[in-house]
């Protein structure tokens, strides 16, 4: 994947929408991957993104606390760029604040208007991209065939019902982030992905196979899956490599944590986290 440094003018225009797709992958206190949904994402200058907070997720707190990230935006027209950035400063107000709460979606939003604006400076940008389609759908069709060869036989379930169903949605956006070598998440597409059952993802290499063939046996991985209908939900687990099922090649993520990231509600959802009780009102 070939990369720059700047954006070009045509790309800054084409991140304004805030119909679009924007993933940040960041890492968390303990050094583990974490993505989030981010479609405020947009690029000011040619070399800084910033980011509109309306709601307080994990995300936010965890690039001021670390602020290497990677990126994925992918417009409407299934364009795709992806790079990393790092994490400089936020405001409450300024330019870039004034523009976010103009455009509609969240100008006329009674609940979710931007509050907060992230900026951070562009460290790498691949070049437009497409989705390579026909290896995809491929992909997904070998991931269907052999997945049930690699469940797991446990019948406690990790996955709800909702979220396995999601990960088995062929038309779903699904994407894969560890941290590289270099202490900067990575991210990428990994669309054929799907669970062969609540407890284990696969996916044939097939699609993005030479990014794929980085991630070292034995890494801790986040998978994020979505909707086009923006429901979305984010694991994270093992990643055990590729070995063969039924003749095809698979790699496998064993789910050790499930987070639902749709607001209103985030939160953790497997570990089960205990109610506690309210005792200020």
């Not at 400076?121 to 997904?140: G, H, K, N, R, Y």
Request: net charge positive; aromatic share 12%; glycine share 6%.
């Amino acid at each position: 994947m070939k990369t720059k440094t700047s954006f070009n003018e045509q790309e800054m225009k084409a991140f304004e929408p805030a119909e679009k797709i924007g993933l940040v992958a960041s890492i968390n206190p303990e050094g583990r991957p974490h993505i989030s949904l981010i479609t405020s994402i947009m690029a000011p200058k040619s070399n800084q993104i910033t980011l509109g907070q309306f709601c307080l997720g994990l995300s936010k707190q965890y690039i001021q606390q670390n602020p290497h990230i990677a990126f994925v935006i992918m417009t409407m027209d299934k364009k795709m760029w992806r790079g990393r950035a790092e994490w400089t400063h936020l405001k409450k107000e300024g330019p870039e604040y004034e523009r976010y709460n103009e455009i509609p979606m969240f100008r006329y939003n009674t609940y979710f208007g931007i509050n907060t604006v992230h900026y951070l400076d562009l460290i790498e940008t691949s070049e437009s991209q497409s989705l390579p389609m026909p290896q995809i759908v491929f992909s997904a069709m070998l991931t269907k065939f052999a997945k049930s060869a690699a469940k797991t036989g446990i019948a406690e379930r990790i996955l709800t019902p909702f979220a396995e169903k999601l990960f088995n949605q062929l038309d779903a956006l699904k994407f894969i982030a560890y941290i590289g070598p270099d202490d900067y998440p990575v991210i990428i597409p990994v669309i054929q992905c799907q669970a062969a059952d609540s407890r284990m993802l696969t996916f044939s290499p097939l699609a993005f196979k030479e990014e794929l063939s980085r991630i070292p046996p034995g890494t801790e991985v986040a998978v994020f899956g979505l909707t086009m209908g923006m429901e979305d939900v984010l694991v994270r687990g093992t990643f055990h490599g590729f070995k063969r099922f039924r003749f095809m090649k698979l790699g496998t993520v064993d789910i050790e944590w499930v987070y639902n990231s749709m607001p209103p509600g985030h939160g953790q959802i497997y570990p089960p986290v205990a109610l506690k009780p309210v005792v200020n009102f």
